[in-house]
């Protein structure tokens, strides 16, 4: 029964692939018409075709050691401004005269 079904559909299938062709053609027609009517000035590179993923993983690291460093020049920016560390900070450095 299952292949007399599929042998009933085979035409459909077929007449689908052949739209599916035709409109690859006139697809590629039009985005060659497009790529010709656009003007790239000398020197300049051409707009890529495909998407560029981002790269999460080093996104992450990066942002995660600028937080890092800008923490650490916060915490020891406030120490060399004020000179007497944190505030609640019992180990105050001894004043020399």
Same mark, same amino acid.
């Given at each position: 029964?299952?292949?007399?079904? &599929?042998?009933?559909? $085979? !035409?459909? &299938?077929? *007449? ?15 985005? *060659?018409?497009?790529?010709? $009517? #656009?003007?790239? !000035?000398? @020197? *300049?590179?051409?707009? !890529? ?13 990066? *942002?995660? @050691? ?11 920016? %406030?120490? %060399?401004?004020? @000179? ?6 019992? $180990? #105050? !450095?001894?004043?020399?005269?």
């Amino acid at each position: 029964m299952k292949n007399v079904e &599929i042998a009933a559909l $085979a !035409p459909l &299938i077929d *007449a689908k692939k052949q739209e599916l062709d035709a409109n690859t053609v006139l697809n590629d027609a039009a985005m *060659a018409a497009v790529v010709a $009517a #656009v003007v790239v !000035p000398h @020197g *300049a590179a051409a707009v !890529p075709d495909t998407w560029v993923e981002p790269n999460v993983r080093k996104n992450v690291l990066a *942002a995660t @050691g600028a937080a890092l460093a800008l923490s650490l020049m916060l915490v020891f920016g %406030y120490e %060399y401004v004020w @000179g007497r560390g944190l505030p609640g900070d019992t $180990a #105050v !450095p001894v004043q020399m005269n």
